[in-house]
C-alpha cells in the first residue's frame, strides 16, 4: 500500500501564475482534504472532497480551488499566486472515522 | 470560534517523560485527536480521545477532560526519534465532513 503521494514534492511559481497540485489517496479511501501548512503553524483547512462533490470549504478564496476524479484522487489548483500563497500543501485521505492520513506535501514557494 | 492553544515548545531528556497540553476553546466537538509532524514529513496519526479519559498506545498516552476543555499527550521514555512537533485537533459538532481545527503545534527536542 502506497499510503497518499502527492506531487509534486517542490514547485517554485511568480506572482500570477497559477499552480496545480495532484493528490492520491490511500487505498480504499473515498474522502480527500487540502490543508495549508505556513512554517511554524499548524494545517489549516482548505477543502474537502467526496464522491467528486467539495463538501466542505475553510476561510480560503475562491482562488483555490479543486477537484476530485472517479478515482479518487484530487487536485488542487491556486490562480492569480501571491507571496503568501508560499506554504506546505498537504493532502490528507480518509475512509470514515477520524483517522486522517497525510501525504507529505508539495512544498510551493511563490517569488 | 474555535481554537485550540498548545505550547510552542518544549525540552526533555532522552528516557524522561513530558506532558504537552492542549486547551481549547469550541462549542462542541467529536474527539480530540494528536498527530506527529518531522520536520518536511506528512503529519501522523497518534491518537485520538471520542471520551474522557486516558487512551494508551504503547508509549504515547492521551487524555481528555471535557469539563476542563482540556487534554494532553504524555510521551514516556523518551527517544531522540521522538523530537518532532505535535498537534492537537478537534473536528466540531458544526463541521460535517471532517475538517479538522489543528492547534499551532508543540515543537519537542529530546536531548541526549
Known amino acids: 500500500d502506497a499510503g497518499v503521494t502527492q506531487s509534486p514534492t517542490h514547485l517554485i511559481k511568480t506572482r500570477g501564475q497559477q499552480v496545480t497540485l495532484r493528490c492520491s489517496p490511500k487505498s480504499g479511501h473515498d474522502t480527500v482534504s487540502w490543508y495549508q501548512q505556513a512554517l511554524g503553524q499548524g494545517p489549516q483547512f482548505i477543502f474537502q472532497?467526496?464522491?467528486?462533490?467539495?463538501?466542505q470549504r475553510g476561510n480560503f478564496p475562491d482562488r483555490f480551488s479543486g477537484h476530485q476524479f472517479p478515482n479518487y484522487s484530487s487536485e488542487l489548483n491556486v490562480n492569480a499566486l501571491l507571496l503568501g500563497d508560499s506554504a506546505l500543501y498537504l493532502c490528507a485521505s480518509s475512509f470514515s472515522g477520524e483517522k486522517l492520513f497525510f501525504g507529505s506535501g508539495t512544498q510551493l514557494s511563490v517569488l | 470560534g474555535q481554537s485550540l492553544e498548545q505550547p510552542s515548545e518544549v525540552t526533555a531528556v532522552e528516557g524522561a517523560i513530558v506532558q504537552i497540553n492542549c486547551t481549547y476553546q469550541?462549542?462542541?466537538?467529536?474527539?480530540l485527536s494528536w498527530y506527529q509532524q518531522h520536520d518536511g514529513g506528512a503529519p501522523t496519526f497518534l491518537s485520538y480521545?471520542?471520551?474522557?479519559g486516558l487512551e494508551e498506545t504503547g508509549r504515547f498516552s492521551s487524555f481528555l477532560s471535557r469539563s476542563d476543555s482540556y487534554g494532553y499527550l504524555l510521551l514516556q521514555e523518551l527517544q531522540m526519534k521522538d523530537s518532532a512537533s505535535y498537534f492537537c485537533?478537534?473536528?466540531?459538532?458544526?463541521?460535517?465532513?471532517?475538517?479538522?481545527?489543528f492547534g499551532q503545534g508543540t515543537e519537542l527536542s529530546v536531548k541526549p
Open positions: 485537533a478537534v473536528r466540531s459538532f458544526y463541521n460535517q465532513g471532517g475538517k479538522l481545527i
Open positions: 472532497y467526496y464522491e467528486e462533490e467539495e463538501r
Open positions: 469550541t462549542s462542541g466537538f467529536y474527539g
Open positions: 480521545n471520542a471520551l474522557d
